[in-house]
């Protein structure tokens, strides 16, 4: 298994792993790979992370920066998501594997932390973890986290990039 930057030649098996991925999934609205497009074109893909086995991409995770209710500028955060996994080798750890890289990424690049909105009985496992001071609207407390990468951090409701919205 090779962990990757996704290269311009991976888009479309991105696009395809991504549809089938969230296929099936309760909580898909089918436009997930069309979140990930978007983010690209607008500059905005700031990490894409593809899982490479026997020459296919079988899993891939985005981070892209979110903001901060409060207006701050030194806000230095980034969202999870989507992330993919090929249904055929779910269960394997690749999402960890990503999910895991991807941190230590952007822990290089000097992020203050990580939001994301997801299960947190699989997403505690990775230190995501609720806080009231940190919310999005529209969502339930519990299954929006976040990561601190560093003790300090402001609060308020956070926003995805617009890419995320169509």
């Known amino acids: 298994m090779i962990l990757r930057p996704e290269r311009t030649d991976d888009v479309d098996a991105i696009r395809q792993l991504t549809e089938t991925a969230f296929r099936t999934a309760p909580h898909a609205d089918g436009t997930e790979h069309l979140i990930i497009d978007r983010l690209r074109a607008a500059g905005a893909l700031t990490l894409s992370l593809v899982a490479e086995a026997g020459g296919a991409v079988v899993g891939h995770v985005a981070f892209s920066p979110v903001s901060l209710s409060d207006g701050r500028t030194d806000w230095d955060w980034y969202g999870l998501g989507p992330i993919s996994v090929d249904p055929a080798r779910q269960g394997e750890g690749i999402g960890g594997m990503l999910i ?3 941190l230590e990424r952007l822990r ?13 009985a699989y997403y505690n496992r990775f230190g995501f973890v609720s806080d ?20 300090v951090y402001g609060g308020g409701t956070v926003s995805y990039h617009p890419g995320f919205y169509g």
């Open 132 to 151: 009231p001071r940190l919310t999005l609207d529209g969502v339930p407390p519990e299954y929006f986290m976040h990561v601190a990468f560093s003790p």
């Open 108 to 120: 290089a690049l000097g992020a203050a932390g990580c939001v994301l909105l997801g299960d947190p």
């Open 100 to 102: 895991h890289e991807g």
